[in-house]
């Protein structure tokens, strides 16, 4: 997973404050020494979480999708997208989240308000000049 390196220095003082003990081979999270928690153990803290922070209609896996479509958001491609879910294809990734990627229209739409927006600057721009600096 590629991380920021901010996040890097913010979880390794997280695990620096609250994990027991300094043996660096530990799991982070674990229930039986020397043993990550079992897939329903952290399901079961995730609702737990939940409850005590008033949070409905949320399950773990909702954080897979939300992260999913953030990077679609901010332009990366599927096979990023593939590699950082750990899907073995790009076409279970595109089968999943295709419709979140921008169609050419989407991009026609985007390209025409920008220059509509570009054009709106300059003319505001030339007209707020003319009117400090008449000719």
């Known amino acids: 997973m590629y991380l920021p390196d901010d996040l890097v220095q913010l979880l390794a003082q997280h695990v620096e404050l609250y994990r027991a003990g300094s043996d660096p081979t530990r799991w982070l999270f674990e ?11 952290v399901g079961h803290q995730w609702r737990k979480a939940c409850r005590a922070a008033g949070v409905t209609g949320f399950t773990l896996h909702d954080l897979r999708h939300f992260y999913a479509s953030g990077l679609i958001a901010v332009g990366c491609d599927v096979v990023t997208v593939q590699r950082a879910l750990g899907h073995s294809k790009a076409t279970t990734t595109l089968n999943t989240y295709a ?37």
């Open 31 to 41: 229930v039986t020494p020397g043993q990550p928690p079992h897939q329903n153990t």
């Open 99 to 135: 419709h979140l990627w921008p169609n050419p229209e989407d991009r026609t739409r985007k390209a025409a308000g920008g220059l509509m927006t570009a054009a709106l600057n300059s003319a505001d721009y030339l007209r707020t000049n003319e009117e400090a600096h008449p000719l």
